[in-house]
Nanobody, 120 residues
Framework: QVQLVESGGGLVQAGGSLRLSCEAS????????MGWYRQAPGKQRELVAD???????NYADSVKGRFTISRDNAKKVVYLQMNNLKPEDTAVYYC??????WGTGRQRSWGRGTQVTVSS
């Protein structure tokens, strides 16, 4: 069974920084795309950033220049460095991976989320 566990969320003042991590575990053969999504109260879940196995990164316009996504394939971890945080970045952040696992094949897996709160 595949599990994704996020860490690094918390409360920070506007202008501050946080680094999110998400580690995958289980009978994983290969991980393709890794990404971060977020969902604010009353809003739909939206893509924040994703990164392919070839290290090509894609960002939402609202975070370009402030957030950086990276991955460590050996550790099965994806990171999100968030700088110059704004109150509108407040949301639950979810990790997402497209991977292939023994017994279950190719699948899209989600973490349970980590809360990020930015105070003004």
């Amino acid at each position: 069974q595949v599990q994704l566990v996020e860490s690094g969320g918390g409360l920070v003042q506007a202008g501050g920084s946080l680094r999110l991590s998400c580690e995958a575990s289980g009978s994983i053969i290969v991980i393709d795309d890794m990404g971060w999504y977020r969902q604010a109260p009353g809003k739909q879940r939206e893509l924040v950033a994703d990164i392919t196995s070839g290290e090509n990164a894609n960002y939402a316009d609202s975070v370009k220049g402030r957030f950086t996504i990276s991955r460590d394939n050996a550790k099965k971890v994806v990171y999100l460095q968030m700088n110059n945080l704004k109150p509108e970045d407040t949301a639950v952040y979810y990790c997402n991976m497209v991977l292939t696992a023994w017994g279950t094949g190719r699948q899209r897996s989600w973490g349970r989320g980590t809360q990020v709160t930015v105070s003004s």
